[in-house]
């Protein structure tokens, strides 16, 4: 009986230490805008013939390999939430 008693004991208590807690975000995650919409603004910009679209996180951006209004092959970044083009540079 005593055995069988410490088996349930030692099987609840591994069922206890395995569960999963989880917990709310501290922050509510704000949103990030879609590469296709990403390529709608910037097309509204007067970019065209995009090549490279790649979101980099650690820097809250989006860049961008592009044709400019000039016909210029260029790099832009953009920020992640906004849309804004933080920067263009000749590529």
């Known amino acids: 009986m005593k ?3 410490f ?13 999963t807690a989880h917990a ?13 919409k990403a390529m709608k603004i910037l097309e509204k910009g007067g970019y065209y013939d995009f090549r490279k679209i790649k979101v980099v996180r ?7 390999d592009a044709l400019n209004k000039d016909g210029h092959r260029v790099e832009i970044e953009m920020d992640l939430y906004t849309g804004d ?7």
């Open 3 to 5: 055995f069988k008693l």
């Open 7 to 19: 088996v349930l004991s030692v099987s609840t208590m591994g069922l206890f230490f395995m569960s």
């Open 24 to 36: 709310d975000p501290i922050e509510k995650p704000s949103d990030v805008i879609s590469i296709p």
């Open 58 to 64: 650690e820097y809250n951006e989006i860049e961008v």
């Open 85 to 91: 083009i933080m920067q263009e540079q000749l590529d």
